[in-house]
Nanobody
């Protein structure tokens, strides 16, 4: 199993970024996928999850209405569209195989920095 995140970078407050996570080594369409983040000096925080068929999505309260998780099972990729970014969204963002309450494989992370 291999998960590779991309799309992080520097954004201004109010700006947008789109994270991607390319998966390989397993039948992607059979698994829920999720994103978590870790801000500097903080613990790991679950952000969002999407179930295998893409119909059910879940978000932590602080990103509801601003972030959108989606997946393309034909491309073995899960996305996190992040709009209206805030400085408190600054973190290392991880993609993982699993849901809000379960996890097994993780990517290496992609840094998101929101600053003017």
């Amino acid at each position: 199993v291999h998960l590779v995140e991309s799309g992080g970078g520097l954004a201004q407050p109010g700006g947008s970024l789109r994270l991607s996570c390319a998966a390989s080594g397993f039948t992607f369409s059979n698994y829920a996928m999720a994103w978590a983040r870790q801000a500097p000096g903080e613990g790991l925080e679950w952000v969002s999850a999407i179930y295998s068929d893409g119909r059910d999505t879940y978000y932590t309260d602080s990103v509801k209405g601003r972030f959108t998780i989606s997946r393309d099972n034909a491309k073995n990729t899960v996305y996190l569209q992040m709009n209206s970014l805030k400085p408190e969204d600054t973190a290392l963002y991880y993609c993982y195989r699993g849901s809000r309450t379960s996890h097994d494989y993780w990517g290496q992370g992609t840094q998101v920095t929101v600053s003017s």
